[in-house]
């Protein structure tokens, strides 16, 4: 880190031992992302309960080239949160994901979804059950009867415009789906 880590205790006493198992959780994320500039972590132990001991609330936020990431481990949904490592742990995994997201997003991993190809049909065969498709560059796309979407196949017609997912089939490019934008 380029910045030195910052532990924050909140409504309860500092301990050596919690803020030396926080800098230990930090150290492994440095040492998985080593982009990382700065870390501040806040463990606060919420009011007693009755029947119950302290509620922990950690929060970590992190900075890295570009982007800030913030981990908040919210007590109410785990009453596991009674234990104030195991509320450290979860905050650091939920951390090391967002991470993991991150790098994959600066490797240029991340899944992004093409916009569906346009078209027209030029060809109905319906007694075989397929037609084809044209594309603005002129390509043909073969599609069958069920790969149409939200529309009867027998009601479509030469000339209407469409949306498809195109995918290599065993006689050449196929649309997977095919939806109808406007008729003819």
Known sequence: MKIPLQVTFRGF???DAVEA??????????QFFSDIMSCRVVVEAQHKHHQHGNLYHVSIDLSVPGRELAVTRDPSEHQAHEDVYVAIRDAFDAARRQLEDYARELRGDVKTHEPPERGHIVELVPAEDFGRIATPNGRLVYFHRNSVLDADFDQLREGDEVTFAEEDGELGPQASTVRVTRRH
């Open 13 to 15: 006493p500092h301990s």
């Open 21 to 30: 198992n926080v800098r230990d959780k930090a150290d492994k994320l440095d």
